[in-house]
């Protein structure tokens, strides 16, 4: 597509005001790119490593739980398991990234229990099942069950982030790409189709002044 | 008291009963109705994440779909029980390369 322009001065400058303005926009643009690439690429990583955490613990979880499911019988461990153990809750607050708002989780009330990072069960919840009845490969799979959930909310807010910042990644590299090699582009050919046009007319104006010139002298 | 969101998982029966003594709300569904059915009443709860097993989550891809773009639930796929078929690390794998254009993730590492 060409932009049409009349060939005179005010076409002209108001062209060059609009590059001026596209070249502004697109540096803009191609900042926030690159500061929201950054920002991709550092959680990207994370992510990463935490979703392999995550296949690696919850393997050994539900390794634990399939010993307990075939030691108890399937009665027991169903009554076990009828009390939810006390839903966690979680509570979302939200973040900036250059203007991407993106969530971020935590569990609620299990900072302190937390505390201390020894990775054993005294730290968790108390069971919500008798222990006569159940053995204590169940206290062993619920407690990594617990464990992982942490990890799993943390994973959680960061995929979605990962998401968000990729959806604006891409519309903000599809706006840099669009005023970089289509709209610039044009407006510099039709700046330059223009100009070439005043000049033209520059020209016949001289040549007819000359003539004009020529022809009063010969009188 | 402020009703504070919390965490649904959605998957065979197997999968979810582990996480029902330690911290989620499990629904348990063994069939694609159970699924669905589920799936609405997660919707319509409170719950800022929701945790789906990789089966449930291809075969349900579309359904899913439209959630990844709502504020709440967030979805995260879990791995499977058995053997990991990587289906969350493939899409955050697709997410990367929508965004960067290349996939800078697993390069070189097939």
């Known amino acids: ?30 900042d926030k790119r690159d500061q929201l690439m950054r920002e991709f690429m550092s959680i990207v990583h994370e992510s990463r490593q935490l979703r392999q955490e995550l296949e690696e613990r919850l ?70 099942y008798g222990l006569a009845t159940t053995s204590s490969d169940l206290d062993d799979a619920i407690s990594k069950f617990q464990g992982i959930l942490p990890l799993l909310v943390r994973l959680s807010h960061i995929e979605r982030t990962i998401h968000l910042l990729a959806d604006e990644i891409e519309k903000t590299r599809r706006r840099v790409n669009a005023l970089e090699h289509v709209l610039i582009p044009e407006l510099e050919q039709a700046v330059k189709s223009v100009e070439m046009r005043l000049e033209e007319i520059e020209r016949s104006n001289i040549s007819r002044l000359m003539k004009i010139k020529e022809i009063v002298r010969a009188h | 008291m402020r009703v504070m969101p919390k965490v649904a998982v959605l998957g065979q029966r197997d999968a979810v009963l582990g996480f029902k003594a330690s911290g989620a709300v499990a629904f348990p569904a063994d069939n694609p109705k159970e699924v669905r059915e589920h799936l609405n009443a997660i919707l319509q709860g409170d719950y800022a994440i929701l945790l789906v097993t990789e089966e449930i989550a291809e075969i349900f891809e579309k359904d899913l779909e439209p959630l990844y773009d709502m504020p709440k639930p967030v979805v995260t796929i879990l791995p499977d029980a058995r053997k990991p078929r990587g289906v969350g690390m493939e899409l955050l794998r697709r997410r990367v390369e929508r965004a960067v254009g290349a996939d800078i993730l697993f390069k070189g590492e097939e």
């Not at chain 1, 060409?2 to 191609?30: D, W």
Request: charged share 30%; proline share 4%.
């Open chain 1, 59 to 128: 393997n050994a979880a539900y390794r634990s739980f399939s010993l307990a499911r075939a030691v108890l019988s399937p009665s027991v461990l169903e009554e076990a398991l009828m009390v939810p153990g006390g839903a966690e809750e979680i509570s979302v607050s939200y973040r900036n990234i250059m203007n991407v708002v993106v969530p971020e989780m935590e569990i609620q009330g299990r900072e302190d229990e937390q505390a201390d990072d020894t990775g054993d069960d005294t730290a968790g919840m108390l069971p919500s």
């Open chain 1, 1 to 30: 597509m060409r932009i049409k322009a009349n060939a005179t001065r005010q076409e002209l400058a108001r062209l060059k005001a609009r590059i001026r303005m596209a070249q502004r926009g697109h540096r803009l643009l191609k």
